[in-house]
């Protein structure tokens, strides 16, 4: 099992920035991708970003590419979601999630654990 803690989210201007973290306990977490996705309102969960274990290859959709960064911390067993040039597009729950993979997947089937979710709110 492994429980995953987002946190970090909040209300912010359009252009302005967040970090969001989120703290892994249980099974080995230095060994596995993670993930961020996001769902916003009537929309499907959509991936965000993807790390692999060492943190040497990231992944990311063209929507956030140069914007997002993802980063993680092996010793402290979190994952980060540095978020720049925030858009009112860019509002939603925000999900970490982790898999048992060397690489991060795209597709949400193939992430393991997830948390609850942490609100991210742009405002125009």
């Known amino acids: 099992q492994v429980q995953l803690v987002e946190s970090g989210g909040g209300l912010v201007q359009a252009g302005g920035s967040l970090r969001i973290s989120c703290a892994a306990s249980g099974r080995t977490f230095s060994n596995s991708a993670m993930g961020w996705f996001r769902q916003a309102p009537g929309k499907e969960r959509e991936f965000v970003a993807g790390i692999n274990w060492s943190g040497g290859i990231t992944y990311y959709p063209d929507s956030v590419k140069g914007r997002f960064t993802i980063s993680r911390d092996n010793a402290k067993n979190t994952v980060y979601l540095q978020m720049n040039s925030l858009r009112p597009e860019d509002t939603a729950v925000y999900y970490c999630?982790?898999?048992?993979?060397?690489?991060?997947?795209?597709?949400?089937?193939?992430?393991?654990?997830w948390g609850q979710g942490t609100q991210v709110t742009v405002s125009s």
């Open positions: 999630a982790y898999s048992g993979r060397k690489l991060p997947p795209t597709r949400q089937s193939l992430y393991d654990y």
